[in-house]
């Protein structure tokens, strides 16, 4: 199935206008708005009922491919493109707001670039399309697995705006030989990979051969460990696009240098619908079996995958964003291969007096003990592991409440060669994991919440004690 053109409420059929006191918009948070004179761009309608969508039914007139799909060979031929220089532009448009660089890519690329739209926040991108006054497309990958409020959603994106979002599907053989195989939720057990890649990352790599450049809604601050340095265009370094080959596609992000929290005020101020799972507490939407909310002080991205480890949480459509050691581990099940030898350079954390680090023989010696002469809180961690580094603060401060009350308090590695062990043993599930060894019984109790702050862990000790 190939992308639809995809546009704002004013192009109709005839064409598309708009006027310029729409285009003049003040300015607000960290959000620069174009002053666009009125712009007439003439879409023919006889060119657009001409082409037929690649792989749809017959009947279905409304939908167009992206039109790049359909040029002829001479036409090709005749085209004549100067070399672009992305990381030049991407320092030039480095302090662009959002809708400079949307005009920006639109502008350049026209009916070869296409906004790929998840279902979340990244509706900021349709409005900032809209907000240029230039004709735009989305897509957006249909996996089989969104919740029930994601395809509400998108129903309602459509009809704000007056556009046909075009879906992409996985290929339903391939998606059968995965369930038969492995069943409905393998990912549980040997990472979400596999299935990410077959319902997300090959749709994902149809639709962009259609194209030559792609908008995402990726933000620096998503994922400190995999988005930190991403910047606003860039050669796609994973993906190609209609012409083949490296270098063949490109890849915007006009919201890399946006925080999130003004994410929210654009979308709140321009009166944009939202997708009603953020209202529950999500901030990240994916699949609904892996996707949950996140408690306040949380990352959004403990939200996704939360069985697993947290150093790569990228399902393989921005796999590009990875360092090699990390890619590496995106091509194994996503449960932190990529950190098996230990020996990555990272400082150590949860350094203080009041906390005991605990060798391999010492977190052995405490689960043999049945009878302790006091109970113990020890947390399992990985000093790369975000979420560990995100609690050593309260870990650290909870720890000198406790001195001297008769809990000691310690740490174990459990990452490298003491994973395994720590899986078998320890009920390590993902990183960190806190346990509290009680002082008469040898088993120890996993701490069951999310919250990690000094009050929530000191009410799991004292209600064990």
């Known amino acids: 199935m190939a992308l639809s053109v995809s546009s704002s409420s004013s ?13 003049k918009a003040p300015q607000f948070g960290s959000f620069k708005l174009l002053d666009r004179p009125t712009t007439f761009v003439n879409v023919s309608s006889q060119r657009r009922c001409a082409v037929k969508p690649l792989n749809a039914e017959p009947k279905r007139n409304g939908s167009v491919v992206p ?4 040029i002829a060979a001479p036409e090709i031929a005749e085209k004549v493109e100067v070399e672009e220089d992305y990381e030049k532009l991407a320092k030039e448009l480095v302090n662009g707001s959002p809708l400079e660089i949307m005009d920006k890519a639109l502008e350049k690329f026209g009916d070869d670039i296409a906004i790929a739209f998840s279902g979340a926040e990244d509706v900021a991108l349709i409005e900032y399309a809209k907000l240029t006054g230039r004709p735009f497309r989305v897509f957006s990958l249909d996996t089989g697995r969104l919740n029930p409020e994601t395809y509400h959603f998108f129903d309602q994106v459509e009809k704000h705006y007056g556009i ?15 369930v038969r195989n492995k069943g409905l939720f393998s990912f549980y057990e040997d990472g979400h990979q596999e299935c990410c890649r077959v319902r997300k990352v090959r749709p994902l790599r149809r639709a962009l051969k259609g194209l030559r450049a792609w908008i995402t809604g990726q933000r620096k601050d998503q994922s400190p460990g995999t988005r930190s340095e991403i910047p606003v265009v860039q050669v796609d370094p994973v993906f190609e696009g209609l012409d083949g080959g490296a270098g063949s596609l490109i890849k915007w992000n006009p919201m890399a240098n946006v925080e999130g929290q003004e994410v929210w005020k654009f979308l709140r101020t321009m009166d944009v ?13 994916g699949c609904e079996p892996c996707t949950r909310p996140v408690l306040p002080g949380q990352h959004e991205r403990e939200g996704r995958w939360w069985w697993e480890d947290a150093t790569a949480k990228e399902c393989g459509l921005h796999k590009g964003n990875l360092k090699q050691g990390d890619a590496a581990q995106l091509n194994g099940n996503g449960n932190g291969a990529a950190h098996a030898n230990g020996a990555a350079t990272v400082a150590d954390i ?29 947390v399992l961690y990985a000093p790369w592991c975000q979420f560990c580094q995100g609690m050593e603060a309260s870990y650290v401060e909870l720890a000198d409440k406790l001195a001297g009350s008769g809990v000691k308090v310690g740490k174990f590695r459990a990452d490298g060669d003491q994973k395994e062990f720590s899986k ?4 390590l599930g993902s990183f960190p994991t806190i346990l509290f060894f009680p002082k008469h019984s040898s088993r120890p109790i996993k701490y069951p919440s999310e919250k990690r702050d000094v009050d929530s862990l000191m009410t799991f000790v004292n209600a064990l004690r």
């Open 164 to 178: 046909r979002i075009e879906y992409m599907f996985p290929d339903a053989v391939e998606v059968q030989a995965l």
């Open 424 to 427: 078998q043993e320890l009920q």
């Open 350 to 378: 949860f350094n203080s007096e009041n906390l005991v680090n605990l060798s391999r023989p010492g977190i052995e010696n405490l689960l043999k003990l049945e009878n302790r002469k006091e109970p113990w809180l020890v």
């Open 67 to 70: 039109l790049a799909a359909t």
């Open 11 to 23: 192009i109709s059929a005839s064409g598309f206008s708009r006027s310029s006191q729409e285009l």
């Open 273 to 285: 619908p939202v997708n009603s799972l953020h209202s529950k507490g999500y901030i990240s939407i």
